[in-house]
C-alpha cells in the first residue's frame, strides 16, 4: 500500500513539478522564505484536496461508482486542453512579440497559493478513489504532503539554477501529462 501511495503521489505532483520550476524561472535565486513559502502553498493544497476528495467519495461511494472513471477522465481532459491551447497560444504571442511572454509573479504568495490550489484538483480525484475504495486517509495524506513538499522544492530550486524551458511549453507539457493521466484512470 504505502508503494502505491507513494507512486500515486509522484504522479499527482508532476503538475506541481512544473509550476514550481515555473516559479523558480521566474524567482532567479532562491530567498529562504521564499522557498519554504512557495513549497507549502503546493503541498498544503494538494493534501487538502486529497483528505476532500476522500470525504467526497466516502460520501457519495454508492451514487457515482458506475461512472466516475468517466468523470476524473473528463475533467482532465478538459483542463488538459486547455493547457495547451493556453501554451500555444501563449507561444504564438511570445514568437510575435516576446515582451508579451506571461509571467508568474512568484513573489506575491497569493498567486502562487492559487497556482497550488490549481494544480491539486486530481488529488482530489484521487482522494475520491480513495474513499470508495474505503482507504484510510491519514497514512496517503502525510506521504502525499511530503511528496509535494520535496517535489516542489526541487522543482524551485531546478527552476532557479538551471531549467530554461519557456513557461508556454511548460503549460504544454503539463496539459499533454493530464489527458495521460486521465486516459490512464479511465482505461
Same mark, same amino acid.
Given at each position: =500500500?504505502?508503494? *502505491?501511495?507513494?507512486? /500515486? ?43 476532500? !476528495? ?7 461511494? !454508492? ?19 486547455? =493547457?495547451? *491551447? ?16 506571461? @509571467? ?13 490550489? &490549481? ?11 480513495? !474513499? ?5 486517509? #491519514? ?11 520535496? /517535489? &516542489?522544492?526541487?522543482? #524551485? ?6 531549467? @530554461? ?18 486516459? &490512464?484512470?479511465?482505461?
Amino acid at each position: =500500500m504505502i508503494i *502505491y501511495v507513494l507512486l /500515486i503521489s509522484i504522479g499527482l505532483c508532476i503538475d506541481t513539478f512544473a509550476l514550481a520550476t515555473t516559479c523558480g524561472l521566474v524567482l532567479k535565486r532562491l530567498p529562504f522564505l521564499h522557498l519554504v513559502k512557495n513549497a507549502l502553498a503546493f503541498a498544503v493544497p494538494q493534501t487538502l484536496f486529497l483528505v476532500a !476528495g476522500w470525504f467526497g467519495g466516502v460520501l457519495v461511494e !454508492g451514487f457515482i461508482t458506475s461512472i466516475d472513471h468517466w468523470l476524473v477522465l473528463g475533467i482532465l481532459v478538459g483542463i488538459g486542453c486547455k =493547457m495547451i *491551447y493556453d501554451g500555444w497560444k501563449n507561444a504564438k504571442v511570445c514568437r510575435e512579440d516576446p515582451s508579451k511572454r506571461k @509571467r508568474v509573479n512568484a513573489h506575491n504568495f497569493g498567486i502562487v497559493l492559487g497556482l497550488g490550489f &490549481a494544480a491539486s484538483f486530481d488529488a482530489f480525484a484521487v482522494g475520491v478513489s480513495f !474513499g470508495l475504495l474505503d482507504f484510510a486517509i #491519514l497514512e496517503p495524506a502525510l506521504i502525499l504532503f511530503a511528496v509535494s513538499i520535496i /517535489i &516542489a522544492l526541487t522543482g #524551485l530550486y531546478l527552476g532557479c539554477k538551471f531549467a @530554461r524551458i519557456p513557461e508556454e511549453d511548460l503549460a504544454i507539457i503539463g496539459g499533454i501529462i493530464l489527458i495521460g493521466l486521465g486516459v &490512464a484512470i479511465s482505461v
